[in-house]
């Protein structure tokens, strides 16, 4: 299985997973070994769906050593394309879309058994609950996303996904609420919510709101952290706002994603806010929540963006000081409304302009990890670290770097202090104290500490010991 784009693809390759297991197919690593490819792909950018592409061609020659292996591909460019795609890629068996994922298995083994073709790239209004979501996770994972609604109803001009993942729609709580519990009974301590607007959760269907979502799943023992993406700056609440210091276990980090600091782009973007409103917005959370990360999205190069309206998002930028952010050049995608406006910017511009936006950017986020040395940092710890992983870890007498995030979604690298009670088995899923001693542009490094943590939590956050 090859994932290409958000979190919301990675939940949907997890279900994939667990549907296809009753038709006895397991992950493998290996391309080269796979009976069935599955390829879930990303139509965000043109950048994404000319990386699904190429993997795909790349495909053609695997095809041809050996005429059995089946090859799908999923997500948002199928839902986009259907049945073009198999005309183009003639060694492809199969489309399916993004409210084809139950179907799936059915069409994998229609498939196996009349050698044929197929294309299912159905919408419906609603959506349409996981029946494999019964076992929580099978390897050891101590954070999960879990997706909550589907689908967006706000069209903003430049973005595909109305059109690829579908009308807004939200799964029911007492569905949510099962599934976390038995990721939690699996070992999964953070969660992770997913909807394209997390602040319309259940509006339409008339079901509990966001808030009330989040206090039910705080409520889950054993569940240490939850996190949210994406909230959109409209329809950010002020009981949402609230929340980040009523409920002890939500995160103190929210990703809001502005787009740009300029009045006139965000109206021909069709955002619904000003740049005002979102500032204003802001200033709220950091009321509530002093030591809130903020992180944001941003896209360079809107059709008409002049030179005045960029340096506007530049001066947002330091008007807010974002701890991190995501920027796009922007690019046309097939249906949104942003195609048919004239002044497209060049490619050497929008270049120039993201360069720009990123330095400016790593300048606050260096800055603000700076601040961090020396501070005392609560750290879920998620396993190794990546440059661990790498090394031979079978030697015994080697000192082990365990890998993790803060409340603020900083990652940490670490060592434990010789003083630490947690044997290295007891370490994945737990909070420990670390203190800070180096910082870098993307991550922090330390030693577990016995010490009470430094950056004053609103609470303090506690281990789950069974
Ligand atoms: N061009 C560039 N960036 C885009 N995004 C969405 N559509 C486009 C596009 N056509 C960015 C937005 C969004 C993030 C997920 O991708 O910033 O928040
Ligand atoms: Fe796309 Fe706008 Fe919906 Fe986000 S809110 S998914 S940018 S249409």
């Given at each position: 299985m090859n994932t290409i784009g958000c979190q919301m693809n990675v939940y949907d390759s997890e279900q994939i997973a667990k549907g296809l297991k009753p038709l006895h197919y397991e992950i493998t690593a290996s391309l080269e070994k796979a009976d069935l490819i599955i390829v879930n792909t990303c139509a965000i950018r043109e950048k994404a769906e000319q990386k699904v592409f190429s993997f795909l061609g790349r495909l053609a020659g695997l095809k041809r050593k050996r005429p059995d292996l089946i090859i799908g591909v999923g997500g948002c460019v199928a839902q986009q394309e259907g049945a073009k795609i198999l005309e183009r890629l003639p060694h492809l068996d199969l489309v399916f879309g993004t409210h084809a994922i139950n179907r799936l298995p059915a069409a994998v083994q229609t498939i196996v058994s009349k050698k044929c073709r197929i294309v299912d790239i159905q919408m419906a209004d609603r959506i349409k609950e996981p029946d494999f979501v019964a076992n929580g996770c099978e390897a050891k994972h101590v954070t999960r996303f879990v997706t909550i609604m589907q689908g967006c109803d706000n069209y903003c001009t430049y973005c595909v996904v109305p059109y690829v993942r579908g009308r807004e729609s939200s799964r029911r709580p007492e569905n949510i609420i099962r599934e976390i519990r038995r990721l939690v009974e699996s070992g999964v301590r953070e969660v992770t919510l997913l909807g394209q607007n997390?602040?319309?959760?259940?509006?339409?269907?008339?079901?509990?709101?966001?808030?009330?979502?989040?206090?039910?799943?705080?409520?889950?023992?054993?569940?240490?952290?939850?996190?949210?993406?994406?909230?959109?700056?409209?329809?950010?609440?002020?009981?949402?706002?609230?929340?980040?210091?009523?409920?002890?276990?939500?995160?103190?980090?929210?990703?809001?994603?502005?787009?740009?600091?300029?009045?006139?782009?965000?109206?021909?973007?069709?955002?619904?806010?000003?740049?005002?409103?979102?500032?204003?917005?802001?200033?709220?959370?950091?009321?509530?929540?002093?030591?809130?990360?903020?992180?944001?999205?941003?896209?360079?190069?809107?059709?008409?963006?002049?030179?005045?309206?960029?340096?506007?998002?530049?001066?947002?930028?330091?008007?807010?000081?974002?701890?991190?952010?995501?920027?796009?050049?922007?690019?046309?995608?097939?249906?949104?409304?942003?195609?048919?406006?004239?002044?497209?910017?060049?490619?050497?511009?929008?270049?120039?302009?993201?360069?720009?936006?990123?330095?400016?950017?790593?300048?606050?986020?260096?800055?603000?990890?700076?601040?961090?040395?020396?501070?005392?940092?609560?750290?879920?710890?998620?396993?190794?670290?990546?440059?661990?992983?790498?090394?031979?870890?079978?030697?015994?007498?080697?000192?082990?770097?365990?890998?993790?995030?803060?409340?603020?979604?900083?990652?940490?690298?670490?060592?434990?202090?010789?003083?630490?009670?947690?044997?290295?088995?007891?370490?994945?899923?737990?909070?420990?104290?670390?203190?800070?001693?180096?910082?870098?542009?993307h991550s922090l490094w330390g030693k577990t500490d016995s010490k009470e943590p430094t950056d004053v939590g609103l609470r303090g956050e506690k281990s789950y010991v069974t």
């Open positions: 997390v602040n319309s959760y259940g509006k339409k269907e008339n079901l509990c709101t966001f808030v009330e979502l989040l206090r039910r799943i705080n409520d889950i023992d054993a569940l240490l952290r939850i996190r949210f993406t994406t909230s959109h700056p409209k329809d950010l609440s002020q009981e949402l706002i609230l929340a980040f210091n009523d409920l002890h276990k939500l995160c103190r980090h929210i990703h809001l994603p502005i787009q740009s600091g300029s009045n006139r782009i965000l109206k021909m973007m069709n955002r619904k806010y000003t740049r005002e409103i979102y500032l204003e917005k802001i200033d709220k959370l950091r009321n509530i929540c002093p030591r809130i990360a903020i992180t944001t999205d941003i896209i360079v190069g809107f059709p008409g963006e002049t030179r005045t309206d960029f340096k506007e998002t530049l001066e947002l930028m330091k008007t807010v000081e974002f701890d991190a952010l995501f920027a796009f050049q922007y690019s046309d995608r097939p249906n949104a409304a942003a195609v048919r406006l004239p002044g497209k910017i060049s490619k050497e511009e929008k270049k120039e302009r993201l360069q720009q936006v990123l330095d400016l950017q790593d300048y606050f986020t260096t800055r603000k990890n700076k601040a961090l040395k020396g501070s005392i940092q609560t750290v879920l710890v998620e396993g190794l670290s990546k440059k661990q992983n790498r090394v031979n870890h079978s030697d015994k007498s080697q000192r082990l770097q365990w890998s993790g995030r803060t409340s603020t979604n900083k990652i940490v690298n670490f060592f434990k202090n010789d003083d630490e009670n947690a044997s290295d088995e007891d370490m994945m899923g737990r909070l420990v104290n670390v203190k800070i001693l180096k910082t870098f542009s």
